[in-house]
């Protein structure tokens, strides 16, 4: 019997697959596919935890930015509220000055008008003696214009004060 070189490179394939399996050849490539199979797994469930771990810290920063911009808008209506009470507070303040000040003017006014009366009644008052004396020394003389005199100063003194 003749073997052909097919034959032979039959009784080869067959003898190499039995020493691959001898070996474990098929055992360690179905190991590594596994091992690598389980490494993936890893990695995606690595990559599905970070993934959450992202989505969680987004969502925390965005509530932050939503507390962040609620925090400034109070800040912003406190602000005009009392920007608003320091101008109503101004305006008072500026409106009590100015009728303080009025009524400052108003009483120094009064006090001068009063002063120049007192003046005027003073004034009259002297020109009312000197012309009294002018007309008693012209009409009246001696010890009777002296008298004279005398009452009429002192009736007007008392009539002054």
Do not use: C, H
Request: hydrophobic share 45%; no cysteine; proline share 1%.
């Amino acid at each position: 019997m003749t073997f052909d070189a097919t034959f032979w490179a039959l009784i080869g394939l067959i003898l190499f697959l039995a020493l691959m399996i001898y070996i474990k050849i098929p055992g360690k490539i179905a190991e590594g596919l596994d091992k690598r199979s389980d490494d993936i797994r890893t990695e995606l469930e690595e990559a599905r935890r970070l993934r959450e771990e992202a989505q969680a810290l987004l969502a925390e920063y965005q509530r932050k930015q939503r507390e962040a911009e609620r925090e400034a808008e109070d800040i912003i209506s406190q602000a005009q509220r009392e920007a608003k009470a320091m101008a109503t507070e101004a305006k008072a303040k500026l409106e009590a000055y100015v009728t303080r000040r009025q009524k400052q003017a108003e009483d120094k006014i009064a006090q001068a008008e009063a002063q120049a009366v007192q003046d005027v009644r003073t004034r009259s008052v002297d020109v009312a003696i000197q012309a009294a004396e002018i007309i008693i020394a012209d009409k009246v003389s001696g010890k009777l214009a002296d008298e004279l005199i005398g009452k009429s100063i002192k009736d007007v003194a008392a009539k002054l004060n």
